[in-house]
């Protein structure tokens, strides 16, 4: 099985035991976790114990990629497009940079402004109308190995 390309937001450290499940296959290799600098942003505001999970993964399974002019291009058209609103930008831009970064899986406990049916269609929508592949979404327990 192929190693897959994951791209994560805080609420995915910050989930409790069942969320950690997801960086135990981390760690073994399963998954490489694509990390933005979105993310690095909030977990500069997030409590130790959230930040230690990002920092206590092997380096090889940690990938960091940055905001570019096309994600935020992107982002911008998830926000006209209305699948999120201003207040929900951040969110946007986890998508957008995923996206750009043509990572396998955004893994997210976000459910009202990613993991969700209408959202997740949003997304695709705009992506399709913009030429991009869309990264499959999920909660870590739809990933994770029971």
């Known amino acids: 099985m192929p190693i897959l390309r994951c791209s994560e937001d805080v609420s995915t450290t910050n989930s409790g035991p069942r969320a950690l499940r997801f960086f135990e296959e981390v760690r073994v290799g399963r998954f490489v976790v694509v990390v933005s600098d979105v993310t690095l942003d909030e977990l500069e505001l997030a409590p130790e114990r959230v930040r230690a999970v990002l920092a206590e993964l092997p380096a090889a399974q940690v990938e960091i990629v940055s905001t ?4 935020i291009a992107l982002r911008n058209a998830y926000l006209e497009a209305g699948v999120v609103g201003p207040a929900s930008a951040n969110d946007a831009s986890h998508i957008a940079v995923a996206t750009i970064s043509n990572v396998d899986l955004v893994v997210s406990w976000n459910f009202k402004h990613i993991v969700h049916f209408e959202k997740i269609g949003g997304y695709e929508g705009v992506n399709s109308l913009h030429g991009y592949r869309s990264p ?7 990933i994770v190995t029971l």
């Not at 499959?136 to 739809?142: A, D, G, K, V």
Request: no cysteine.
């Open 68 to 71: 570019s002019p096309e994600s």
């Open 136 to 142: 499959r979404i999920y909660s870590p327990l739809e």
